[in-house]
Nanobody
């Protein structure tokens, strides 16, 4: 059974940092792009970051560029999101996803497996 499980979320003060991880099991995702998305209450899911199959390419939403870093460890079938200088507007449920192809994408339609999400709350 394919599973993606996010961890590392929690409550942090504005300006602080969190490191999210997403471990996949049941299938190797090393040949596919990975992504992070988030959804705040009352808002649509939005793109956060994406990484190509081998980590050679990364892309970020403008809102997190310079603050967040996506990385992956294919040997562990895991993708990470390092979040620094957190702001109150970063508060959301963060979702890990597997891409349909090897290249990066901003669009949720290009991802076919999703984790259950982990809550990130940033207090101001």
């Amino acid at each position: 059974q394919v599973q993606l499980v996010e961890s590392g979320g929690g409550l942090v003060q504005a300006g602080g940092s969190l490191r999210l991880s997403c471990a996949a099991s049941g299938r190797t995702f090393s040949n596919y792009a990975r992504g992070w998305f988030r959804q705040a209450p009352g808002k649509e899911r939005e793109f956060v970051a994406t990484i190509s199959w081998n980590g050679g390419s990364t892309n970020y939403a403008d809102s997190v560029k310079g603050r967040f870093t996506i990385s992956r460890d294919n040997a562990k079938n895991t993708v990470f999101l390092q979040m620094n200088s957190l702001k109150a507007e970063d508060t959301a449920v963060y979702y890990c996803a597997k891409g349909r192809s090897s290249g990066t994408s901003y669009y949720s339609v290009d991802y076919d497996y999703w984790g259950q999400g982990t809550q990130v709350t940033v207090s101001s």
